[in-house]
């Protein structure tokens, strides 16, 4: 095999590798709010329905935020609450949150947060799902 033929071999096999890793990524993008100043509650309501999830994480873009909690609804009726009281930075994100039971599908989240940005930045929240 000569050299041209051997680097033209690493560098498919390169390219199929990651191109692998990128199409089995765990994680799925719920959502996301751009969130009001002062004390409020929203809700996103979630789209996706290919797989069920196992897990969440909260992401918190562009500004600061404190988020008291979340509740999880769940397609079949039920629910879960998550404490979170947590401060959020800019550009930050949560712990990985387990959802409790098998595999669920999501019908909505909703959190309530107060956000007293001095940079007078709405934040927005995105939530993440792993499959």
């Known amino acids: ?44 309501h979630v789209s996706y329905r290919d797989n069920a999830l196992s897990a969440i994480k909260i992401l918190v873009n562009n500004g600061a935020l404190n988020m008291h909690k979340c509740t999880v609804y769940f397609e079949n009726g039920g629910q879960q609450e998550v404490e979170l009281r947590h401060n959020f930075a800019k550009d930050s994100n949560s712990r990985v949150i ?4 098998n595999k669920r599908n999501i019908d909505r989240i909703e959190f309530w947060y107060d956000t007293k940005d001095a940079a007078n930045r709405k934040a927005e929240v995105e939530v993440w799902g792993r499959k």
């Not at 050299?3 to 560098?11: A, D, E, W």
């Not at 387990?98 to 039971?101: E, F, P, V």
């Open 98 to 101: 387990d959802l409790k039971g």
């Open 1 to 44: 095999m000569n050299r041209l033929m051997l680097k033209s071999l690493v560098l498919f096999l390169f390219v199929t590798v990651i191109c692998t890793a990128f199409a089995q990524d765990p994680w799925v993008n719920l959502g996301s709010k751009k969130v009001n100043f002062g004390l409020d509650r929203d809700v996103i």
